[in-house]
Each structure stands twice: as structure tokens, then as C-alpha cells.
């Protein structure tokens, strides 16, 4: 049975970081794409970072450019967990953070993806 599961979600002041983790388990996730969505209430998912196998040992990885250059998306294959890095915090960046896991293309849309964590809160206080 496939399963993640997130964590390092919290309170932060505006202006500082969070990391966030995700283990995988059920099986290898060496080629799948791996994402962050975040949620908040009344709204739609959203998507935040992915990270996408293209090959060899190389990953592509794509940001929404509310999160570009204050987010990094980046694994660790022999752990089978993704991660992300949040710096420069923002009141906005506050939502339910989900890790999602997609074994066809991935990307930036939450339909590619089979397999969500159950969700970690973020809170940045202005």
C-alpha cells in the first residue's frame, strides 16, 4: 500500500523558513514525479513545486511563480522522500501543504497525480 506522509509544517513569522518533508512508502519512487500542492480554505489546490525524473540521475524541477527563487523541491531517492525548502515566508504562503506523488507526467496540474499525504499545516504570521 502506497502512503506519504508529511511533516515539518508550523508556525513561522513572516520573513523566516520552514522544511518541509515527505517519505514515501509502498514503493520505489525513483522515477516518479514528486509534488507540493498547498490548500486553503474555500480555494482550490494549488500547486507549489514538483520535481520530475527525466532520465539517468537527473530531475527537473518546476516552481509556481508565486514560491520562485524563496522555494527549493529537491529528493533524496535513497530515503524515497522529498522535501521543501521555504525561505522569505510570506502571510500568503499559509495554507495546508500536500505531497503528491504521480507516476505518469506530473506536473503542475493535481489530476496527474495517484497518491496525497494526509497534509501539513503552514502558518506565517505577520
Known amino acids: 500500500q502506497v502512503q506519504l506522509e508529511e511533516s515539518g509544517g508550523g508556525l513561522v513569522q513572516a520573513g523566516g523558513s520552514l522544511r518541509l518533508s515527505c517519505v514515501a512508502s509502498?514503493?520505489?519512487?525513483?522515477?516518479?514525479?514528486m509534488g507540493w500542492f498547498r490548500q486553503t480554505l474555500g480555494k482550490e489546490r494549488e500547486f507549489v513545486a514538483t520535481?520530475?525524473?527525466?532520465?539517468?540521475?537527473?530531475?527537473?524541477?518546476d516552481y509556481a511563480d508565486s514560491v520562485k527563487g524563496r522555494f527549493t523541491i529537491f529528493r533524496d531517492n535513497a530515503k524515497n522522500a522529498v522535501f521543501l525548502q521555504m525561505n522569505s515566508l510570506k502571510p500568503e504562503d499559509r495554507a495546508v501543504y500536500y505531497c503528491a506523488a504521480s507516476f505518469r507526467r506530473g506536473g503542475p496540474d493535481p489530476v496527474e497525480y495517484a497518491y496525497w499525504g494526509q497534509g501539513t499545516q503552514v502558518t506565517v504570521s505577520s
Open positions: 520535481t520530475r525524473w527525466i532520465g539517468g540521475n537527473n530531475y527537473y524541477a
Open positions: 509502498g514503493r520505489t519512487f525513483n522515477s516518479a514525479s
